[in-house]
């Protein structure tokens, strides 16, 4: 319709409009992470599904068997959880519902561990995670990831706070009950809704962190 047509175009021209309470809009695009940069090697690489399969068994593709799954562009603001909003990203890849397509959770799984290189790790209620937004990011802006931003593969949860989405994804794991990730475990929020600014474990109230009902 004409007039969402409008409400979207304004809310696109109005920065205030999109940027979460407490965040800064930032030009550009700043590199953060905690730790190195690791380097892509092919041979070695692979992308597996572990944990509470609907089979049982563990999955894996290298790099190139990823070509003929399923790709989406999804255009989203990212939002670290420090402060900076960097806005409009163009990213291409594969819809996390692609992967749970080919790899059935168990019935019991609520959760998902991403996990990266180096051990880094992000946990993701399993609704966030195959949420219409949520991808593995091959591309930005049309070009493949710069490694600093997560070539060959990254997670991104637009919906939620950058550390929730995992630069050099290398597996996730399906979770039967809920456990912290990277972050989560340092300090930060379970859940990491920007809207709600669910920044610091502190504010989390009930028991995944979620808020309860008045
Ligand atoms: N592997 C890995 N992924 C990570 C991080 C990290 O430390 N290691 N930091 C997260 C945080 S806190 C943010 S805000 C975003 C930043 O993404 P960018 O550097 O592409 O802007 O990456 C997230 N992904
Ligand atoms: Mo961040």
């Not at 979460?20 to 690489?45: E, I, K, L, T």
């Not at 944990?51 to 999955?59: L, Y």
């Not at 290298?62 to 070509?67: G, H, M, N, Q």
């Not at 990011?137 to 995992?166: C, D, I, M, Q, W």
């Amino acid at each position: 319709m004409a007039s969402d047509r409008q409400d979207t175009a304004e809310a696109a021209a109005d920065p205030a409009r999109r940027i979460p309470p407490g965040q800064r809009h930032v030009h550009g695009w700043p590199v953060s992470h905690y730790g190195p940069v690791p380097r892509f090697r092919p041979d070695r690489w692979n992308l597996r599904v572990h944990g509470a399969t609907a089979d049982g068994a563990e999955h894996s593709w290298t790099f190139d068997e990823l070509a003929p799954l399923p790709h989406v562009t999804v255009v989203a603001d990212l939002h670290c959880a420090s402060g900076p909003t960097s806005t409009d990203h163009e990213w291409y890849g594969i819809p996390a519902t692609a992967l749970l397509d080919l790899v059935p959770p168990a019935p019991e799984v609520t959760h998902v561990m991403a996990w990266a290189e180096y051990g880094y790790s992000a946990n993701l209620r399993l609704a966030d995670f195959t949420a219409s937004g949520t991808l593995l990011a091959t591309h930005h802006n049309g070009e493949p990831l710069t490694a600093e931003h997560g070539f060959p593969l990254r997670l991104v949860v637009p919906h939620l706070y950058g550390y929730k989405s995992p630069k050099w994804l290398r597996a996730v794991e399906y979770l039967t009950e809920d456990r912290r990730g990277f972050w989560e475990e340092r300090g930060y929020h379970n859940i990491a809704d920007p809207w709600k600014e669910q920044r610091y474990s502190y504010q989390e109230q009930g028991e995944d962190g979620a808020e309860r009902d008045a």
